[in-house]
């Protein structure tokens, strides 16, 4: 069965799109720690990083620098935090988010959040991207 993120990035389910190339893509995620957390996403669905082509993590990594870059442009941030988890969903996926301390990279912060916020948030780091 596909894993949800291949369902969002094959158009079956809704998501936020912030970037997309023929190797993946960063969607705003529904439960963020810190507004603007997004994870960026092989097309490829991959269960663990580990398992990954060289290549294809190395090009993940450089987007999610780049979506680091813009978020620290639209949305001011001490520092930029990357994390690799797994757990929740079966599918590689680095998570990019602002943070001002160490409790912004604890997933027990994750809420909800309204698909507005997102889609507004998702236009403004697009926007800073270019």
Do not use: Y
């Given at each position: 069965?596909?894993?949800?993120?291949?369902?969002?990035?094959d158009?079956?389910?809704?998501?936020?799109?912030?970037?997309?190339?023929?190797?993946?893509?960063?969607?705003?995620?529904?439960?963020?720690?810190?507004?603007?957390?997004?994870?960026?996403?092989?097309?490829?669905?991959?269960?663990?990083?580990?398992?990954?082509?060289?290549?294809?993590?190395?090009?993940?990594?450089?987007?999610?620098?780049?979506?680091?870059?813009?978020?620290?442009?639209?949305?001011?941030?001490?520092?930029?935090?990357?994390?690799?988890?797994?757990?929740?969903?079966?599918?590689v996926?680095?998570?990019?988010?602002?943070?001002?301390?160490?409790?912004?990279?604890?997933?027990a912060?994750?809420?909800?959040?309204?698909a507005?916020?997102?889609?507004?948030?998702?236009?403004?780091?697009?926007?800073?991207?270019?």
């Amino acid at each position: 069965m596909a894993s949800i993120f291949s369902r969002i990035i094959d158009g079956e389910l809704p998501g936020h799109f912030v970037w997309e190339d023929e190797h993946c893509v960063a969607i705003m995620t529904i439960q963020p720690i810190r507004e603007g957390h997004v994870l960026v996403i092989p097309r490829e669905e991959v269960a663990e990083w580990t398992e990954l082509a060289a290549e294809l993590m190395s090009h993940m990594m450089q987007v999610a620098q780049r979506l680091a870059r813009a978020q620290k442009a639209c949305l001011p941030s001490l520092r930029s935090g990357l994390m690799l988890s797994g757990l929740d969903v079966p599918h590689v996926h680095i998570h990019v988010l602002p943070i001002d301390s160490p409790d912004d990279m604890n997933f027990a912060n994750a809420r909800d959040a309204d698909a507005e916020s997102l889609a507004d948030c998702a236009q403004r780091i697009k926007a800073a991207l270019t």
